[in-house]
C-alpha cells in the first residue's frame, strides 16, 4: 500500500519560532489533510488541500498540496506553548478511498 | 455541532477477553470510520462505513475484530477474543465529503 514519509519526527523550537514540516509520498494524491493531535484525544483539522498547487492558511499555519502531487508541506509562524502536540499529514488517492496517515511530528515549543 | 462521539473512553482487560466500543458520528455525515492507533503512530484505517454498507474492510483482522454499524448511525466494534497487541487507541471518524472529523478515542490496555 501507499506510505507517507514525514519529517522531522521531532522538533523542540523556541517560542516565537517558526516551524516546517513536510509529508512525501510514493503514491499521488487527490487531497491532502494537515491534523493535530493533543494527548489523550484524537486528531483534529486544521487544514484541507485539494488542488496541486494550492495554499491554503488557517490563521498562522500555511500549508501546500505540492505540484507533483505527491508531497506537502505545513508551516506555522510565530509559534506559542498552545502549538505543542503531534501534527499528522494525511493523503487520499481518490475522493472516498482510504486515508493514509505519515508517522506524525512531535513539536515542542520552549516558552 | 456536537462532535463525534465514544464511549468508553478508557478500558482495561485481559487477553481473551471481549470488548465493545461504541461510536456516535456527527449528525448528518454518511461515512463512517474506525481507526487503531498504536502508541507513537498515525491512525491505521480497520473499517470505513457507507451509512450501514462496509465500504473498505481490508486492514481489518477479521478473525477477532467485527464493527457493525445498524441503522446507518451509531457503530460498535468489537474485538473477541483480545490479545495484548490489540492495546492502543480506538478512533472513530465521520465525514460528510472528504473532511475527516474524530473523536476523542478510547484507550485500550489488554494486560
Known amino acids: 500500500g501507499q506510505q507517507l514519509n514525514q519529517s522531522p519526527q521531532s522538533m523542540f523550537i523556541q517560542e516565537g519560532e517558526d516551524v516546517s514540516m513536510n509529508c ?22 486544521l487544514i484541507a488541500l485539494y488542488k496541486a498547487g494550492e495554499l491554503t492558511s488557517n490563521g498562522r499555519l500555511t500549508a501546500q498540496f505540492g505540484i507533483t502531487r505527491k508531497d506537502s508541506f505545513l508551516n506555522i509562524s510565530a ?14 488517492e481518490t475522493s472516498g478511498s482510504r486515508l493514509t496517515f505519515g ?9 | 455541532e456536537a462532535g463525534v462521539a465514544q464511549s468508553p473512553r478508557y478500558k482495561i482487560i485481559e487477553k481473551r477477553q471481549s470488548v465493545a466500543f461504541w461510536c456516535n458520528p456527527i449528525s448528518g455525515h454518511a461515512t463512517l470510520y474506525w481507526y487503531q492507533q498504536i502508541l507513537g503512530q498515525g491512525p491505521k484505517l480497520l473499517i470505513q462505513f457507507q451509512n450501514n454498507g462496509v ?11 467485527s464493527a457493525e454499524r445498524l441503522k ?5 466494534l468489537k474485538i473477541q477474543p483480545a490479545k495484548l497487541e490489540d492495546s492502543a487507541v480506538y478512533l472513530c ?18 494486560t
Not at chain 2, 465500504?55 to 475484530?65: G, H, I, N, T, Y
Open chain 1, 24 to 45: 512525501t509520498s510514493s503514491s499521488i494524491f487527490n487531497t491532502w489533510l494537515w491534523y493535530k493531535q493533543d494527548p489523550g484525544e484524537g486528531p483534529v483539522l
Open chain 1, 79 to 92: 509559534s506559542i506553548p498552545s502549538d505543542v502536540g503531534i501534527y499528522f499529514c494525511a493523503g487520499q
Open chain 1, 103 to 111: 508517522e506524525g511530528t512531535q513539536l515542542t515549543v520552549n516558552p
Open chain 2, 55 to 65: 465500504v473498505d474492510d481490508s486492514q481489518l483482522p477479521k478473525d477477532r475484530f
Open chain 2, 72 to 76: 446507518g448511525v451509531d457503530s460498535t
Open chain 2, 93 to 110: 471518524a465521520s465525514s460528510f465529503w472528504y473532511e475527516q472529523y474524530f473523536g476523542p478515542g478510547t484507550r485500550l490496555t489488554v
